[in-house]
């Protein structure tokens, strides 16, 4: 009795220890699509954009998979969001301290930038328009390097938020 239940033990501390070594190292695969930061000081303001990376991975993602003309969460898995600690201008709009999502509506040749105040979406999938707090639009270009994940981030000077993708660059002139 006394070895079959020492022999229980012992297989219930395997199977444990085994199933723990396994989640260890799913828990360290890399995330398709990882979270990233992009954040910019500024004399007293901080912006700081808190976003998940999808990767190319040999897809058309602009124009096809994330269609053109309408609202994308700028990212993927749960909706982008920007904080900002002081009063800026983003695309020429003044948006006041706070924390906001942020959509975006891609077309060709410009893209409209959303702020939104509904916090925790994931996705757009329950983007509510009267929530927005500014729409502003700005140019798309075609950069001079090609991002395989999608990125943001800020120009050294603290004067633009740049987003790329592919070969794809939009700037949204920063004012702190």
Excluded: C
């Amino acid at each position: 009795m006394k070895r079959s239940i020492v022999l229980s033990f012992f297989a219930l501390a395997l199977v444990m220890l085994i199933s723990e070594s396994v989640l260890a190292q799913k828990a360290l695969e890399p995330k398709p699509s990882p979270m990233a930061i992009a954040k910019m000081k500024k004399d007293d303001a901080y912006v700081k954009v808190v976003y998940s990376q999808p990767h190319l991975r040999n897809r058309k993602m602009i124009g096809e998979q994330e269609p053109y003309g309408k609202v994308w969460r700028l990212g993927a898995n749960e909706a982008t969001e920007i904080t900002l600690t002081e009063d800026v201008k983003l695309g020429g709009e003044n948006i006041e301290a706070g924390t906001y999502s942020m959509f975006a509506i891609p077309e060709k040749d410009k893209w409209t930038i959303i702020l939104n105040s509904e916090l925790g979406l994931w996705g757009a999938y329950e983007y509510d328009e009267s929530k927005d707090i500014v729409r502003f639009d700005v140019p798309v270009k075609k950069g001079s390097e090609k991002y395989e994940p999608f990125t943001i981030k800020f120009d050294e000077m603290g004067t633009k938020m740049m987003i790329m993708w592919d070969t794809m660059l939009v700037e949204i002139p920063v004012e702190a």
